[in-house]
């Protein structure tokens, strides 16, 4: 019995290591963890597989808003792993007289970013204002005011500031078209990406991919190479400024106010009145939304003799668009209109926009209608209007209507992230 006891009591000894020792390794790897996670000399900064923040203010036209993305680095790339934003109103174009207001709501957005991003991420962590077609219309002077006020906040953020800046109409189209069609997962493989159309408050832009035939004809503002990663994109894109839904809006309402004076305007609901400047618009007939859309036709969109190959809106040039090649996914206004008066779910098409005008006019014309639908017959008219006479597209043209994909806002911000870091800029 002794030997069999000897055996077990040494098992028994070499078991208590095994343990101890699995205690020990595991008390080290935690306590590495802690030192390089804590540590102001090793921190996620230094590895080339730590996650990614990046922090994108998009100063729009109605409202600021702050995105805070977050990325997992990889031997495959990146991949956005969640978003978080906040919005503050009014936009940054309304603090033109104040400068110190326009710190102060800036400040906010910050204020959220910093507890979004952890700590130890901020000081490798980039922020970049962007002012989008509501800055753009506003004199230079003005602008370089807010872009100084603007940059000042940024400096006195934890992160790492990467400027404020206004971009051009062009940008704001390719990052968006670039939003949606990474979310897509249609960058870099071979399946057909999609054409975007962006209506904002004050702009819309127009992006899609075309052939390198069409590139050469197009001048050379309007044709634009995307290098991705793994090959190269030639894109149509354009910005019309001034064909936003609230510049078209207002357009629309001043034109017709000096050609017409007070005669009764369709596109209002029955009984209400806007004064504009010396001239009080009313509508004291039924609301019309093929009126109203004729209209746009004739005192927004404007179609001019085309000298190019083909054209959009105003006779600017443009190829055919590739409804037929490709998918088109219409967004911000177009989402925000359509579903406040229709449910999610159902096809889509050109043709919805005036169907569910129709009857939104007809709605108005029943009866008297105040804020905030005393424009909604209006809003809908112009959306068919621009993608029938302004984009040439038929009633059966299909469209895809996102305020979401893959659980990620559609918007140009992430566009410009992904622009800056993989370099594609």
Known sequence: MRPYSS????????????????????????????????????????????????????????GSRVHVFQYERGRTGLVLLRERFKRVEPGLSSFATDPDGAKESLAGLLRFADKVVPQSYQKCTFVTLKATAGLRLL????????????????NASPFQSRGASIISGAQEGVYGWLTV????????????????????GASTQVVFETTPTSGEWLPFNYAHQLRTPKRTITMY???????????????????????????????????????LNDVELRNSDATDFDACAGLFHEHVITKTTC???????????????????????AFSYFYDRLYHFSKEGSPVY????????????????????????????????????????????????????????????????LGSSLSFLLKME
């Open 139 to 154: 004199p230079e002077s003005v602008q370089q005011v807010l872009l100084d006020a603007a940059q000042h906040t940024l």
């Open 7 to 62: 055996v077990r009591r040494m098992t028994q000894q070499s078991k208590r290591l095994r343990i101890a020792g699995t205690l020990v390794l595991s008390a080290l790897v935690i306590f590495g963890f802690l030192v390089y996670y804590q540590s102001p000399l090793l921190s996620p900064c230094d590895s080339a597989y730590a996650n990614v923040y990046d922090v994108v203010i998009d100063a729009g036209s109605t």
């Open 307 to 329: 000298k190019f190959d083909a054209c959009g809106a105003r006779g600017v040039p443009q190829p055919l668009f590739p409804s037929r090649r490709h998918l088109i996914y």
């Open 350 to 413: 050109v043709s919805s926009y005036k169907e569910v005008g129709q009857e939104v006019c007809h709605r108005e014309s029943a009866r008297r209608t105040t804020a905030p639908e005393e424009t909604a017959c209006m809003e809908l008219a112009y959306m068919y209007s621009f993608l029938t006479y302004g984009l040439g597209l038929s009633d059966a043209t299909a469209l895809t209507v996102p305020n979401r994909i893959e659980g990620m806002a559609v918007s140009w911000s």
């Open 237 to 275: 894109q354009h910005s019309y400024l001034g064909l936003g839904m609230n510049e078209a809006k207002k357009k629309l309402m001043m034109s017709f106010a000096e050609a017409n004076g007070t005669s009764s305007f369709p596109c209002f609901p029955r009984g209400y009145a806007k004064r």
């Open 181 to 200: 069609n990474y979310l897509l997962n249609r960058l870099d493989t071979d399946v057909a990406t999609v054409a975007t159309i962006d209506m904002g």
